[in-house]
């Protein structure tokens, strides 16, 4: 019988930790981490016209337009199709959430409730490898070498809209636009919100109810 494939996504603010929580998912779940930023940075990175188009937007803490996140991310889910994926930074409006529900519906949300000063306070220390979305900071989980991929040892990066002007842009955004996507999800009955200063305090929670939700054999496979 063919395994049974899981869709989830993580919602939060901008710096609640959706990349970090993300990573320790994937590496005990073994699903497929579909950052829509992290794929955006690349796209810009690249100068594709994606990515020309989104940092024009994303440099001045602006949300990119929805036409052209759905279709993005449509993309992206289809080099996916029979594997088990967890979608961090996607669905942020509602439109996008209507639009992923019509595609696929989802197994699993989880929200993440970080105060805002936390916030505020870790993006100054950020620093992220880019071909790999692998994320650091100076005080929380620093690279063994100061600036550089503890796998790769390519140079990191600290992101341009980490800005505290910019990091202000994407918490106003992150408030007008998101509150009715995790009501979207809340009303499907599929969605679990975790509070806390600390990822590492709202990890152990977060690990706890999806080892209620996802069988462990599809943990104990090696990714691909
Ligand atoms: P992104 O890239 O999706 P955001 O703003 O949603 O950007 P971001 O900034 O990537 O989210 P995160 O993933 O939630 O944050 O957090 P993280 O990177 O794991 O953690 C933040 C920092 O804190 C890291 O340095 C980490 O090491 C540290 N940290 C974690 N936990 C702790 C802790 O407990 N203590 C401490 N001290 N530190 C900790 O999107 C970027 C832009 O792309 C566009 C938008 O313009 C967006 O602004 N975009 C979209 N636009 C429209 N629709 C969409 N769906 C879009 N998706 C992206
Ligand atoms: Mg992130």
Known sequence: ??????????????????????????????????????????????????????????????????EVMIKFIK??????????WLLDGFPRTLSQAIALWELEKLDLAINLLVPYQ????????????????RVYNDG??????HGVDDVTGEPLIQRDDDKPEVVLKRLEQYEKMTGPVATFYREKGILKE???????????????????????????????
């Open 1 to 66: 019988m063919a395994a049974r494939i899981f869709k989830l996504v993580i919602l939060g603010a901008p710096a609640s930790g959706k990349g970090t929580i993300s990573q320790r998912i994937v590496k005990v779940f073994h699903l497929k981490h579909i950052s829509s930023g992290d794929k955006l940075r690349q796209h810009i990175q690249n100068k594709t016209a994606v990515g020309l188009e989104a940092q024009k937007y994303i440099n001045e803490g602006k949300l990119v337009p929805d």
């Open 75 to 84: 993309c992206e889910l289809q080099k996916v199709e029979d594997e088990s």
């Open 118 to 133: 936390a916030i505020i306070d870790r993006v100054k220390g950020r620093w992220v490898h880019l071909a790999s979305g």
């Open 140 to 145: 929380f989980n620093p690279p063994k070498v």
């Open 194 to 224: 975790f509070c806390g200063d600390e990822t590492n305090v709202i990890w152990p929670k977060v690990l706890e109810w999806l080892c209620t939700r996802i069988p462990l054999h599809i943990t104990t496979q090696e990714p691909s």
